[in-house]
């Protein structure tokens, strides 16, 4: 008997204890209540084998009735998956559960409630998030202004420069972003105010968004600090007049291409590339045959310079490699692939790599670090940024031909760099091509490899191709029952975590697998998916019965 039939069989014996079926779903319902779970799904599915089909209102009420149980505990963890499994849920019911999580005294609680409130289309979803602006972290506040700004909610202007007058001046460069997101009448002319701010830092966050929100009525703001402008004010306004094609200004821009000042010098022959003006591509390739690594960087934007890069790609310097490999995957150019692998295997040198930028912030380069496990309490090494490099370079690869993608996703399951893996197979399954199944089949037979080997069959199972990939999902699954659900990976600093979408799960191999797999098999919405979950629920680790029954209510929405 398959473990999706289990909990079929098992109802057969409860038939006796009610008459009827509106007894019996009254009575599973007052059990939730009562925080007697395992009762409560055993009367379920008696109630489910007299009617002969799910009810998914009722799975809907029994699942809040669990969260709102869950929500209460003084236990943090319990209380933490409570929130995981109100905000997989995407019920807009759960949201009076994750409010809670915004009263909560941990700012990572309050800023994991955030994120599940915000994706909530719901009237009460702005007034939890201006209520996180009364926060007492920081952290917290800055979160709920982001999703407010995202949201372009009608007070949100004046709430944000509300913050941003309360807070010391060095926090001010965070703010044009917020403005730039915003983007109504109220919130340009308070970005325009940050162009003239009396802090550099504020003036140059403010010109690059102005450059990035393509607004070119302040063409003439910008035009004026070609000339007496602070160095870095100088490069990101060569920079924001490039995005712009002011091609007005080349009059202007040509005085600044003999700068002494590499990145001014830089910002102002990429400009007038941009601009037409070819006769400055030679100046570019000069700096960065001096290992200049912005310069280098900036080739990946400039035609014909395919081949320089492939030979900066072979460089001997490490630095120089590591940032020719972007720049020539860029340009989707197989040659950036030896270098890649450098990035993405990790060997006996234990690398990290750092992105830094240039005092104009308008060209960013990335650093590459040894040794980097023994530097960790580095303060200035955030191995978190490593990882989302190496994973952004990853999904950017799929832009290759075909046969230099798969060979890097196979060298990948060969070295079984096991933090790229989810990522990896991902992107091939959502390649679907011949070949890329073919290494999807590949890894469902690598023994000694187990990550690879459950995920290559996760993807298969989400494929809904023909194998064994449903039995091996679902025994692996129970064979894990007793494993802790949700872990979180370390959180970025607010402002690098700008255009990420989903929160990030632990990249702790079985945490994330086991979450995939519940996920995939909620997906499904089929009747043996849902007696699987409630299966994991009755007979998993308690701990993760709040996170699987958001699944379930996700699952049958």
Known sequence: MGLFQISLAITAPMLIFAATPAEVKMQALFLMQQHKTEESIERYRQYTA????????????????????????DDHQTFLITLFGAGLSGSSSALDILEKGLSHPDPQTQILALHFIAKIDDDRTDDMLNKA??????????????????????????QIEG???????????FFPSLFALIGTHDATSALARLLDDPDLNVRIESIL??????????????????????VAELEASLFALSTLKDSASIPKIKRHTTSSIDTVRLAANLCLY????????????????????????????????????????????????????????SKRDPRCLTALKEILIQDARDLAFQPYSSVGRSFTAFR??????????????????????????????????????????????????????????????????????????????KLNSPLIRDYCHLALYRLKLEGPHEEHISRWVMQQKDAELIRLRPILPWKFRMEQEEYS?????????????????????????????????????????????????KATE
């Open 133 to 158: 602006m009364s926060s007492d972290y920081l952290s917290t506040r800055m979160e709920a202004a982001y999703f407010l700004s995202l949201r372009k909610s009608p007070r949100v202007v004046g």
């Open 50 to 73: 007299l009617i002969g089909r799910s009810d998914f209102e009722m799975l809907q009420q029994m699942g809040l009735s669990l969260l709102q149980k869950g929500i209460q505990s």
């Open 274 to 329: 941009h601009l037409g003006e070819r006769a400055f591509i030679s100046q570019i390739i000069d700096l960065a045959k001096q290992k200049n690594p912005f310069a280098i960087g900036a080739l990946g934007d400039i035609d014909a310079t395919d081949d320089l890069l492939a030979q900066f790609a072979s460089s001997s310097d490490l630095q120089v490699r590591v940032n020719a490999a972007p720049a020539l995957l």
């Open 163 to 173: 913050l941003m007058f309360r807070l010391p001046p060095a926090y001010r460069p």
């Open 209 to 230: 968004q102005v450059a990035r929100l393509g607004r070119d009525d302040f063409l003439p703001s910008l035009r004026k600090r070609l000339t007496n402008a602070h």
């Open 505 to 553: 799960l632990s990249p702790e191999e079985t945490s994330k697998l086991l979450i995939d797999s519940f996920l995939s098999i909620a997906s499904r919405r089929e009747e043996k998916s849902i007696a699987f979950l409630l299966d994991a629920i009755l007979y998993g680790n308690p701990i993760n019965r709040y996170a699987l029954m958001g699944l379930l209510m």
């Open 368 to 445: 590459a670090i040894p040794s980097a496990e023994l530097r960790s309490k580095d303060p200035t090494v955030d191995l978190s940024y490593s990882i989302a490099i190496r994973e952004q370079l990853l999904r950017e690869s799929i832009h290759l031909p075909e046969s230099a993608f798969l060979e890097l996703t196979r060298a990948l399951f060969q070295h079984q760099q096991n933090d790229l893996i989810p990522s990896a197979i991902a992107l091939l399954e959502n390649l679907q091509t011949d070949g890329a199944i073919q290494v999807l089949r590949e890894g469902t037979a």
